[in-house]
């Protein structure tokens, strides 16, 4: 079962990724921002069924810290990435 929860729970976190990934570039409390949120529950249920996971108490922590960490790792990388752009235009610009 503990072999189970891992699959499950590092799928979790890669699919949560490209969510926090858009979330972190849309408007926070738009209805785009709600879907990003939001969007990865059907999947991450079906994968509990499919697995025969269940429901269980000990299978909330991970499960909800690889929800949260992959949606914090996705807006984490936007933020990167929109600063990398910004430093580089700020590099071009002066340099001309």
Known sequence: MAIKLTAVALATLLINIPFGYWREGVRKFSPQWFISVHAAVPLVVLMRHQSHLGFAWYTYP????????GQFVGA???RR???????AQSDGVSSS
């Open 62 to 69: 991970p499960m909800i810290l690889c929800y949260f960490g």
């Open 76 to 78: 984490r990388l936007r």
């Open 81 to 87: 990435r929109r600063a990398a752009e910004i430093a």
